[in-house]
């Protein structure tokens, strides 16, 4: 198995990991709620998506009912 001639140096090294490192997660307001969530992802307080309701929350219905 060959073997490198020369000693990687700590620059070239770090140039190479430069793409390995964890981004912030972005988050966006709900326009319904009010709450943060993920962009182009259904709110998951409120079950809503572009203005109009995709899924229904379980706890939503139990207030309404109390």
């Not at 000693?7 to 981004?23: A, Q, Y």
């Not at 307001?29 to 993920?38: E, M, S, T």
């Not at 307080?45 to 379980?58: D, S």
């Amino acid at each position: 198995m060959p073997l490198p001639k020369r000693r990687f140096s700590r620059t070239r090294t770090l140039k190479k990991r430069t793409h390995k490192k964890l981004k912030a997660v972005l988050l966006n307001v709900c326009p319904q709620c009010k709450q943060a969530k993920l962009p182009h992802r259904v709110c998951s307080v409120c079950g809503y998506y572009n203005g109009r309701e995709v899924i229904q929350i379980k706890i939503k219905e139990e207030k309404k009912k109390e």
